[in-house]
């Protein structure tokens, strides 16, 4: 079974990140559909974040995200608005990249 990390933009205005938890869980939950152990740091952390009151920068949750990384076999990317410009799937891409595992871009609606 195929482990993916699932990288998609997320900081923004608060309903910009509402919006991208939102199509996060939409993307994560077609892979699962299709098959694939996915984590994506914004569906399962975003309302953990929220609820509890913890920061959603990326300095906060970059250890939590590397150990995410490490589990998984691939890395994908979804297209969507703003990923190119996003810091923390930047980072992530470099840090797949350094690892040696695969990094797939996913064109989104």
């Known amino acids: 079974m195929k482990k993916i990390y699932l990288a998609t933009p997320y900081?923004?205005?608060?309903?910009?990140?509402?919006e991208r938890f939102q199509e996060a869980c939409d993307?994560?939950?077609?892979?699962?559909?299709q098959g694939a152990h996915v984590f994506?740091?914004?569906?399962?952390?975003?309302?953990?974040?929220t609820r509890s009151k913890l920061p959603i920068d990326h300095g906060f949750w970059i250890d939590f995200n590397r150990s995410w990384l490490e589990w998984a076999?691939?890395?994908?990317?979804?297209?969507?608005?703003?990923?190119?410009?996003?810091?923390?799937?930047?980072?992530?891409?470099l840090y797949a990249r350094e690892a040696g595992k695969p990094v797939k871009f996913l064109e989104v609606a």
């Open 73 to 93: 076999d691939e890395v994908y990317v979804a297209k969507m608005r703003g990923w190119e410009q996003s810091r923390g799937v930047q980072w992530e891409v």
């Open 11 to 18: 900081t923004g205005t608060p309903e910009q990140e509402e």
């Open 27 to 33: 993307i994560a939950g077609q892979l699962i559909r």
């Open 40 to 49: 994506s740091p914004i569906a399962h952390s975003h309302p953990i974040a």
